[in-house]
């Protein structure tokens, strides 16, 4: 890892950040925030690519763990991660390695609806599957009425799924800053 790999994954730890300025919306069923943070996620894997993507959101959220409020509403301490938005703030690392994996994979023919794809894919389907459960279990609740409680922040996710695909693909085509996933690859 170069100069240049810190800078990246410091700059989109930043930018994930910087996000928390828009203000949240508390839903009063599952009280997980929604929150333009999850778009700096999507953007971190499918800009900086799987690895520095991951390292990004774990710097980020080394900085929340000890005390910084740097998510939406400045919130910040170890303790937002025992509670119902735990899970779905650890997933953000996952997100973003995935999307960036998805992104090394799909690179030469990566287009707007094939980012739109990965983003979708990583950034709601597999956060979902991380987030979901955790709210579940830290409300004591089924499930079912997790996921239910859940099905409002869609149309969020999808904006954000829409706005990151379209930022992807332009960096591709003015700046890229990953390159194809054809064999293992060192860090440039």
Known sequence: MDTRDVVFIALFAAIVAGLAVF?????????????????????????????RGGLALVLFLV???????????????????????????????????AIGFL?????NHLNFVVALTICLAGGVVLLYAI?????????????????????????????????AA????VVKRSYPIISPRTQPQKLS
Do not use: H, N, Y
């Open 63 to 97: 900085l929340v763990a000890i005390g910084l409020p740097l998510l939406a509403g400045g919130r910040g301490g170890f303790g937002v991660f025992l509670g119902p938005s735990g899970g779905f703030l650890l997933g953000w690392i996952v997100a973003a390695s």
């Open 103 to 107: 992104t090394e994979r799909f690179w």
């Open 131 to 163: 987030g979901v459960p955790w709210v579940a279990a830290v409300a004591e609740i089924p499930i079912g009425a997790a996921l239910t409680g859940s099905l409002p922040f869609i149309p969020g996710d999808l904006l954000k799924s829409l706005v």
């Open 23 to 51: 203000p949240p919306i508390t839903l009063p069923v599952v009280g997980v925030p929604v929150t333009a943070q999850s778009l700096g996620v999507m953007l971190a894997g499918g800009i900086l690519g799987a690895v």
């Open 166 to 169: 379209g930022v992807i693909v």
